[in-house]
């Protein structure tokens, strides 16, 4: 059986990758992608603590989160598909119309 | 009784009218003044009998009052005292309603007008009424605000709108006094009472009397003197009745009342306003009586005032401001009247209701003859008239006959004579009796040099308007019957109503205190107040009696000769040139020393500068608050960069720091 702390390790890896690339990548699309990235980590999380633990609560959540995250992304898409119906291009940098 | 269940209808009838003419007025015809005469005449029939059923038993007063809130009621009492004033307020001002139809024929804002003087009469019953102080105060104040709009009914004139202004200002000072005197008793009788009484109304008339000896005993310190705080209340109420009822020396909005139609001048100098300040001081009566030196105050104030507002009404040429400074004067008798209650006690306030009903009856009838003249010929000036009575014979007898009762010509010791002989003499010969037993005679000297002045200023004016030749080209005609048939009315009123009632009216209204309601000994309250009552009048010198009498007519001898015959001629002395002539003439130059000097010089320039005061302090402050925050936010908006990720890298850095310190305080702990 594959210990747990790899799981856990795995998951840091995909949180922390995902967290780079929210900071540093410019694009609307790519942002929802490592968002999604994150909220993947935190499932697999989940159900390594289930699966550990021999209970189903974990994965319970988990589809709970997958749900969120389907709900998320269908949100966020088609506010950056109007984004891009008036600005042609999806740039969070110039999106700054409120800023002062 | 079924008759006393209406009582609550007496004032509720006219303000009910106010509503209906003020909205509907202008639909009916001649301006809905149909619906305030049907109301008026309605409250003074409900009056009348119940002022009848009174007289037959005047110890069973009516007296109904249900919770307003907390200690407040609202209530209905209708003593002799207020009988006696509701039936002469709803009588007059029936009259003036009447009269009023014919004399504001040709005015557009009729409705206004009628909606107006019907509220204006609802709030003085209310105020007539009140069974409680704070339902008086209300009432109070409605009145004050009637008498703006209707003195400045012709708003467009900028005279007008002024003496509007000047009436409402001039009595505020007066009404803020009566408030702080309410606010005083207020809180004594909370004091006094330890909290708000279940089940009782603290600031009941009758609840307020039963604890005048208490009140009494309280005493305060004003600088250095010991004062009683009963003294100090009586004293503040009475400087709401100097502002209300025109005194010394807040008398200077009256004279300029005028400038609103004759008729509203004639509500407001006999029935509706002037006489609220002298019902005041009888209402709460047993307070004064109680109170050391507030009487003499009183009768001091009052006595200067008929004096003071006398010698300006000789040397007047406007017919109105004649009658206006006869009013000031007359309200000086009627509070000498109630002064001289530290010489006899109750009896006080059955001569000065007595002059006060009097007054009403032929001062309105003056007020509305000058009206009629007016109407007819155009001016107020005397110097333009002359010769009225060829053409408005009803009016000039009339006239002639409220002159009479002003003067108050009559025989003494019969009871032949004019109304105001009856209540004026017994005034005066009361203020002689004060003389005598205290010793202070000054009011008794003003009183009889006013009855002289009164007597030379009313001929003067009678003789100007009336005789001789027209010294102008005016028409003029006889008024219509709705405008005479009131004169003859109230002429019939002013010549026989003080003879016919003389004896009967002042011990009718001595019962006021003593009756299911309250039930005071007088004679124990006087001594609380340290006033010594006569107790056996002694007959006063035939003398005394015939001076009153005497004064009035040489008074008419001095104007026959002087405006009949004009057998002097008065050129010089009549003319500016005349230093005292001058001094009379500008009214004591009043209207530079206290408007401009007093109110604008003083007052408005210590606002003024008060206000620059806060604009540099207050704002200042303010200013400096706003200028930090602003300068503040400009600094720190740089923050929002606007850019996602920079508050992720925030969020990011700063969830990494609270790891770090919970990672370190576990460890530490």
Not at chain 2, 534 to 563: C, D, K, R
Not at chain 2, 584 to 601: A, K
Request: a negative charge; glycine letters at 8%; charged letters at 10%.
């Amino acid at each position: 059986m594959i210990p747990l702390s790899f799981y856990l390790g795995l998951s840091a890896l995909l949180f922390s990758i995902g967290l780079f690339g929210i900071m540093y990548h410019k694009s609307g699309i790519r942002l929802i992608m490592c968002i999604e990235l994150m909220l993947n980590s935190a499932n697999l999380n989940l159900v390594a603590f289930s699966s550990y633990t021999d209970t189903l609560d974990g994965q319970v959540f988990a589809l709970f989160s997958i749900a969120l995250a389907a709900a998320e992304a269908a949100i966020g898409f088609a506010i950056f598909m109007a984004i891009y119906k008036m600005h042609e291009k999806i740039n969070l940098d110039e999106l700054n119309l409120l800023r002062w | 009784m079924a008759l006393e269940n209406l009582a609550f209808l007496i004032p509720v009838l006219p303000a009910l009218a106010f509503v209906i003419t003020f909205f509907f007025g202008k639909k009916m015809p001649s301006g809905g003044a149909i619906i305030p005469i049907l109301s008026i005449a309605a409250s003074f029939i409900i009056s009348l009998l119940i002022t009848l059923g009174l007289l037959a038993n005047p110890e069973e007063v009516v007296s109904q009052s249900i919770p307003w809130f907390a200690m407040l009621n609202l209530g209905v009492l209708i003593d002799p005292l207020a009988a006696v004033m509701l039936t002469m307020v709803s009588f007059v001002s029936l009259l003036i309603h009447i009269y009023a139809v014919g004399y504001m024929a040709h005015d557009p804002a009729k409705p206004r007008y009628f909606a107006e003087t019907s509220l204006f009469t609802a709030a003085m019953l209310a105020l007539i009424l009140s069974d409680n102080i704070i339902q008086l105060f209300v009432s109070w104040e409605l009145v004050g605000l009637c008498s703006y709009l209707l003195i400045g009914f012709w708003f467009e004139k900028p005279s007008a709108a002024a003496a509007a202004k000047k009436a409402f200002l001039t009595t505020r000072v007066g009404d803020v006094m009566f408030l702080t005197g309410i606010i005083v008793l207020t809180t004594d009788l909370l004091k006094l009472a330890g909290g708000i009484p279940e089940g009782g109304y603290l600031l009941r008339f009758n609840e307020i009397f039963s604890y005048i000896p208490q009140l009494s005993a309280l005493e305060a310190n004003l600088f250095g003197l010991k004062v009683s705080h009963l003294t100090i209340i009586t004293l503040l109420f009475f400087g709401g009745a100097v502002g209300k009822s025109g005194q010394f020396p807040l008398h200077v909005w009256l004279p300029d009342a005028m400038e609103g139609p004759t008729t509203v001048s004639a509500l407001i100098h006999a029935a509706t306003m002037v006489t609220a300040g002298v019902y005041l001081v009888a209402r709460t009566f047993p307070m004064f009586l109680a109170a050391p030196d507030s009487l003499l105050v009183v009768a001091y104030v009052g006595g200067f005032t008929a004096l003071f507002a006398a010698t300006m009404g000789i040397v007047m040429n406007d017919i109105k401001r004649v009658l206006a400074f006869s009013t000031i004067s007359q309200l000086g008798y009627m509070m000498l009247g109630l002064g001289v209650g530290a010489a006899i006690g109750m009896e006080a306030v059955g001569i000065s209701l007595f002059h006060l009903v009097n007054h009403a009856f032929f001062k309105a009838l003056l007020f509305l003859c000058a009206g009629s003249v007016i109407h007819a010929v155009g001016t107020h000036d005397m110097r333009e008239l002359g010769g009225v009575a060829k053409v408005m014979p009803i009016t000039a007898i009339t006239m002639t006959a409220a002159a009479l009762a002003l003067a108050g010509i009559g025989i003494p010791g019969t009871s032949i004579g004019t109304s105001g002989f009856f209540s004026k003499d017994a005034i005066i010969e009361s203020a002689y009796l004060f003389g005598e037993h205290s010793g202070n005679w000054l009011p008794y000297g003003f009183s009889i040099a006013a009855a002289l002045l009164t007597s030379v200023y009313i001929f003067r004016l009678i003789f100007m308007t009336f005789t001789g030749k027209p010294r102008s080209n005016y028409g003029g005609h006889e008024s219509p019957a709705s405008m005479t048939v009131p004169l003859a009315i109230l002429a019939v009123f002013a010549l026989v109503f003080g003879g016919l009632t003389q004896t009967g009216f002042m011990q009718f209204l001595e019962e006021t205190f003593s009756n299911n309601f309250v039930n005071l000994d007088l004679g124990r309250l006087a001594v609380l107040g340290g006033y010594e009552l006569v107790q056996s009048a002694s007959a006063e010198p035939t003398f005394i009696l015939w001076l009153p009498i005497l004064v009035a007519l040489i008074g008419f001898g001095i104007s026959f000769v002087l405006y009949y015959l004009k057998a002097v001629d008065l050129g010089v002395l009549a003319s500016e040139k005349n230093p005292i002539y001058k001094l009379l003439y500008r009214r004591y130059y009043q209207h530079e020393i206290f408007t401009e000097f007093f109110s604008i010089g003083i007052v408005y320039g210590v606002v003024a500068f008060l206000a620059q005061l806060v604009d540099v302090l207050i704002d200042s402050i303010v200013e400096s608050i706003s200028i930090v925050t602003v300068a503040a936010g400009e600094a720190l908006k740089r923050l929002q960069t606007g850019v996602v990720q920079t508050y992720a890298a925030v969020v990011v850095a700063g969830v990494s720091l609270l790891i770090i310190l919970i990672k370190l305080i576990t460890e530490v702990l």
